[in-house]
């Protein structure tokens, strides 16, 4: 893999900060060490001075006075070490990807953490996409990236999919614009990346086939693009086996992974991680290095420890518990929307995530519907214009989410949408 054609000026343009590089070698550094170099505020000074955090299924975490001084002091920009090192052995346990062991210039599989998935993924667009650039998604796509997206000047180009995912027909279609071949001229502007979410895909809730996923990693081969396999449902998928990922199968190291820990741990937390080829995680480090400097180590630590304590599979353990709440949820919605929605609207059933998408059948644009007459009638839902790259066209679909609501609001919810949905036929 040439890894420098896929990294914009700006990203090739990054040099370590000193600085940082110094606090690396502070934390590995023996205490007899005399260090005048570093800025780090001095702990004895910081208000906070323990903590005691109590676990649903597990021994509470203490943070002693030492612990607190190092949680509230500057870390590694690419994540405190024994964090890393606990997802790098989940991450081959549940992957296995056929990188772990390449030579670093040649894609090895690298993990960095980042302030929740999003960011990571913000880091990884401006690593990559220079002004007119084309890169490929499949929409509806969470709105998030299209924002994250949009400022950087790049030509979206839309992928069809289905239930199922991207449909690989569509993929061919759109890259037989070019030939194989012309990856290696810039000038002829091939697709840099295809990013998308393989599971439980918000806002649709569709998750990909494996078959679809080998096919399309194929063409990726031969056109010589990335895939960016953001996968913050992974967790929350309700059919089992869970399906092989693209970093499984990752045989050329062209795959960047984001993952969250937000859907099953902690939103407010901001913990995400970002695997992939090792010259591209570096590129991020040093973005991070200047931008965030680093996840909260309070954050890091407190995951740290409880994933230490819990192990993978007590980890995978309340992953299950998560899942099972979720496949609930989601059967409640299915429920309510089987009793109010019938005839006026139709949904495709989840395999994973938090989310249902719903066409309303006889009105072509909702967006009035959704975001004025229903928030009279004190219901919230996202109209589907949200999820599209032209996001002014009109659309007959909404999202609804399932992971708040109790049955019984859901049930009073879609009641309520149906009377609005025939007072507007």
């Given at each position: 893999?040439?890894?420098?054609?896929?990294?914009?000026?700006?990203?090739?343009?990054?040099?370590?900060?000193?600085?940082?590089?110094?606090?690396?070698?502070?934390?590995?550094?023996?205490?007899?060490?005399?260090?005048?170099?570093?800025?780090?505020?001095?702990?004895?000074?910081?208000?906070?001075?323990?903590?005691?955090?109590?676990?649903?299924?597990?021994?509470?975490?203490?943070?002693?006075?030492?612990?607190?001084?190092?949680?509230?002091?500057?870390?590694?920009?690419?994540?405190?070490?024994?964090?890393?090192?606990?997802?790098?052995?989940?991450?081959?346990?549940?992957?296995?990807?056929?990188?772990?062991?390449?030579?670093?210039?040649?894609?090895?599989?690298?993990?960095?953490?980042?302030?929740?998935?999003?960011?990571?993924?913000?880091?990884?667009?401006?690593?990559?996409?220079?002004?007119?650039?084309?890169?490929?998604?499949?929409?509806?796509?969470?709105?998030?990236?299209?924002?994250?997206l949009r400022p950087l000047g790049c030509n979206i180009i839309n992928v069809s999919s289905d239930e199922y995912g991207i449909i690989p027909d569509s993929l061919k279609e759109i890259l037989s614009k070019w030939k194989p071949e012309d990856s290696k001229d810039h000038k002829k502007n091939t697709p840099k990346f295809l990013y998308t979410v393989p599971n439980g895909n918000n806002p649709?809730?569709?998750?990909?086939?494996?078959?679809?996923?080998?096919?399309?990693?194929?063409?990726?081969?031969?056109?010589?693009?990335?895939?960016?396999?953001?996968?913050?449902?992974?967790?929350?998928?309700?059919?089992?086996?869970?399906?092989?990922?693209?970093?499984?199968?990752?045989?050329?190291?062209?795959?960047?992974?984001?993952?969250?820990?937000?859907?099953?741990?902690?939103?407010?937390?901001?913990?995400?991680?970002?695997?992939?080829?090792?010259?591209?995680?570096?590129?991020?480090?040093?973005?991070?290095?200047?931008?965030?400097?680093?996840?909260?180590?309070?954050?890091?630590?407190?995951?740290?420890?409880?994933?230490?304590?819990?192990?993978?599979?007590?980890?995978?353990?309340?992953?299950?518990?998560?899942?099972?709440?979720?496949?609930?949820?989601?059967?409640?919605?299915?429920?309510?929307?089987?009793?109010?929605?019938?005839?006026?609207?139709?949904?495709?059933?989840?395999?994973?995530?938090?989310?249902?998408?719903?066409?309303?059948?006889?009105?072509?644009?909702?967006?009035?519907?959704?975001?004025?007459?229903?928030?009279?009638?004190?219901?919230?839902?996202?109209?589907?214009?949200?999820?599209?790259?032209?996001?002014?066209?009109?659309?007959?679909?909404?999202?609804?989410?399932?992971?708040?609501?109790?049955?019984?609001?859901?049930?009073?919810?879609?009641?309520?949408?149906?009377?609005?949905?025939?007072?507007?036929?």
């Open positions: 893999m040439n890894y420098a054609r896929f990294i914009t000026a700006t990203s090739a343009a990054r040099k370590p900060s000193p600085i940082r590089l110094l606090t690396e070698i502070l934390n590995k550094a023996p205490k007899s060490v005399i260090s005048l170099a570093a800025g780090s505020p001095n702990p004895n000074m910081f208000p906070f001075k323990t903590a005691a955090i109590t676990i649903e299924r597990g021994k509470t975490i203490q943070f002693d006075e030492e612990m607190m001084k190092r949680a509230l002091q500057y870390s590694q920009s690419a994540g405190i070490p024994e964090l890393l090192s606990w997802l790098k052995e989940f991450q081959v346990k549940l992957h296995n990807p056929p990188t772990i062991h390449y030579p670093a210039s040649q894609g090895q599989m690298e993990i960095c953490v980042t302030s929740g998935s999003q960011e990571g993924l913000c880091k990884v667009f401006e690593m990559i996409i220079n002004r007119g650039d084309n890169i490929l998604l499949n929409e509806p796509v969470y709105s998030g990236t299209l924002e994250a649709t809730g569709n998750s990909f086939t494996s078959n679809r996923k080998k096919e399309i990693y194929e063409l990726a081969q031969k056109y010589d693009f990335l895939i960016i396999e953001d996968d913050p449902y992974y967790f929350l998928q309700f059919n089992k086996p869970w399906a092989p990922t693209f970093l499984s199968m990752d045989v050329d190291g062209r795959v960047i992974r984001a993952d969250s820990f937000s859907k099953v741990l902690s939103s407010g937390l901001r913990i995400g991680f970002i695997t992939g080829p090792k010259p591209l995680i570096e590129r991020i480090v040093l973005h991070t290095q200047v931008s965030t400097l680093h996840t909260s180590t309070f954050t890091q630590l407190l995951v740290s420890q409880l994933l230490h304590q819990w192990g993978e599979e007590g980890f995978l353990a309340h992953v299950e518990k998560v899942t099972d709440f979720y496949r609930n949820q989601k059967e409640a919605l299915l429920a309510a929307a089987d009793k109010w929605l019938s005839g006026l609207a139709e949904w495709h059933v989840p395999t994973a995530g938090m989310f249902v998408w719903f066409k309303i059948k006889g009105i072509q644009d909702v967006k009035k519907l959704i975001d004025e007459k229903a928030i009279k009638k004190e219901i919230l839902m996202v109209p589907g214009n949200a999820f599209y790259i032209d996001s002014s066209a009109p659309s007959p679909y909404f999202r609804a989410s399932f992971s708040f609501a109790t049955p019984e609001q859901m049930d009073v919810a879609f009641q309520r949408l149906a009377e609005l949905i025939k007072e507007s036929l």
